[in-house]
C-alpha cells in the first residue's frame, strides 16, 4: 500500500534519522557520548584519530539529525546526545546485530569486542512526548 500525503513526510524525517546514523564514525561518535554528560571536541577527536575537518563534518550532520546538540563556552565546544533515547537506539542496534552476527562466528566475536555502551544519565531524560501519528510513522 503506497504512503498517503499526510504519512510520506513523517517516513521522510524517520529516513532522515537514520541517515544521521548511516556512517561508522557517527555510530561510534554517538556511542562516546552515551553515558556522558558531555565531550569536548577535542576528547571526541583523540579517540577517533579524525581529522578536525573531518570530525566537524560528522558532528554537524549529527546536530542536523538533532541527534546531538552542542555548546560553546570559551574557546572549546562540548557536544551531548539530545535524547537519552538515542543511546538506548544504539543498545538496541548492538543487540541486533549481534543476533545478526550469530551465525558468523569471528565477526560476532569482534562484535562482542567492542566497546561497552554505558547507560545514558537518567537526569538528562527530557519528559516523553505524548505519542502521536509521528511516532507510529
Known amino acids: 500500500m503506497p504512503l498517503s500525503h499526510a504519512e510520506r513526510p513523517l517516513y521522510e524525517v524517520k529516513a532522515n534519522l537514520f541517515k544521521g546514523l548511516a556512517h561508522p564514525f557517527r555510530i561510534r561518535l554517538l556511542e562516546l557520548l ?3 554528560s558531555e565531550v569536548s571536541v577535542a ?3 583523540s579517540e577517533t584519530g579524525l581529522e578536525a575537518s573531518h570530525l566537524s563534518q560528522h558532528l554537524s550532520v549529527l546536530r ?3 541527534l ?3 555548546e560553546r563556552r570559551a574557546s572549546h565546544v562540548y557536544y551531548r546526545l539530545a535524547d537519552p533515547r538515542v543511546a538506548t537506539l544504539l543498545t538496541a542496534a548492538r543487540e541486533l546485530l ?3 552476527l550469530a551465525a558468523d562466528g569471528d565477526l560476532l566475536d569482534d562484535a562482542r569486542a567492542l566497546p561497552a555502551l554505558p547507560l545514558a544519565p537518567v537526569s538528562a531524560a ?3 512526548p505524548a505519542v502521536d501519528a509521528a511516532a507510529r510513522a
Open 68 to 70: 546531538v546538540t552542542s
Open 64 to 66: 542536523r539529525h538533532r
Open 98 to 100: 549481534l543476533g545478526i
Open 126 to 128: 527530557p519528559a516523553a
Open 43 to 45: 576528547a571526541l577527536q
Open 34 to 36: 552515551t553515558g556522558q
